[in-house]
């Protein structure tokens, strides 16, 4: 919560969110004590420069410390999540993300021994850069992770790629860019996630309507997964073959654990509509 990460109570779940126990790493073995509410854990590896850093007057664990520590106790599902969430921003805003896939590898690679390293290698792996709400995160994580931890395994898409305008669409829409939440650069197909709260008065569904023309002129094709599609498993099954289709894939299931991965990713989503709503918002 220090680092102000976007929807934390949603990534690593509201029982961790409320837990009133404090997590202390010290360097040595005798240096551990013990208190009430309060976890002592020790380590006599070292630790890359930069992994403790000052915050609020605190000695804290750095974002890509904190991702190895959670490593120990989230889910990998959840892991990946608070991966996409460390590195999220707003569109076109790189700079306000709180650290990047790249520096989060970088510390990895520096930390082999130390626990949860091999879980956390792995989850950074299916990060990305730039993700505007956690709600984008999460269709990414349905549609593109591996069929193994209960995706789609539509891999390749990157958040917020932006497309630049001209002409008669910079005055129609009054702006000279927008960007697509989900895109496909080698197939030039994105994927717009349709919240309730965004997409649903006449004057937005409008500007929807505008720079769909002025994306399919620019040879952009584009698909539309609204929260109904999301949630409603057989509806965002079919989505993703409509996607595979367009992106010259098939999708074929072969994971023995798809179906128990696939349900234990869906459990992250919102299941309140107050939830839903609160969580579309844009970091």
């Known amino acids: 919560m220090m680092w102000d990460i976007p929807c934390i109570e949603a990534v690593i779940g509201i029982e961790n969110a409320k837990a009133i126990d404090t997590d202390i790493t010290v360097s040595s073995y005798d240096a551990r004590f013990y208190t009430k509410g309060i976890n002592v854990y020790s380590t006599e590896l070292a630790l890359p420069h930069g992994a403790v850093t000052v915050r609020d007057g605190k000695f804290?664990?750095?974002?890509?410390?904190?991702?190895?520590?959670?490593?120990?106790?989230?889910?990998?599902?959840?892991?990946?999540?608070?991966?996409?969430?460390?590195?999220?921003?707003?569109?076109?805003?790189?700079?306000?993300?709180?650290?990047?896939?790249?520096?989060?590898?970088?510390?990895?690679?520096?930390?082999?021994?130390?626990?949860?390293?091999?879980?956390?290698?792995?989850?950074?792996?299916?990060?990305e850069n730039g993700s505007a709400s956690i709600m984008e995160s999460l269709s990414y994580m349905i549609l593109g992770l591996p069929h193994a931890l209960g995706g789609y395994g539509l891999s390749g898409a990157v958040f917020n790629h932006v497309i630049r305008l001209k002409g008669e669409a910079v005055i129609r829409l009054g702006q000279d860019r927008c960007f697509v939440d989900l895109y496909y650069k080698y197939a030039k197909l994105g994927v717009e996630y349709e919240s309730y709260a965004y997409h649903s008065s006449p004057s937005e569904l409008g500007k929807d309507a505008v720079r769909s023309a002025a994306l399919h002129r620019k040879g952009i094709k584009e698909l539309h997964l609204n929260t109904i599609q999301l949630y409603d498993r057989d509806a965002c099954r079919d989505f993703a073959y409509i996607l595979a289709a367009r992106l010259g894939k098939r999708i074929y299931i072969r994971a023995r654990k798809f179906d128990e991965m696939h349900t234990l990713l869906r459990e992250l989503l919102p299941n309140r509509k107050s939830d839903i709503d609160k969580l579309n918002e844009i970091v």
Request: hydrophobic share 45%; net charge positive; aromatic share 4%.
């Open 60 to 127: 804290i664990a750095s974002p890509e410390l904190l991702f190895l520590e959670l490593a120990r106790k989230l889910s990998i599902h959840r892991l990946i999540l608070l991966g996409l969430q460390l590195c999220s921003h707003p569109p076109g805003l790189p700079s306000d993300a709180i650290t990047t896939k790249e520096k989060i590898a970088a510390f990895l690679a520096k930390t082999s021994g130390h626990h949860g390293h091999r879980k956390a290698m792995r989850a950074v792996r299916y990060v």
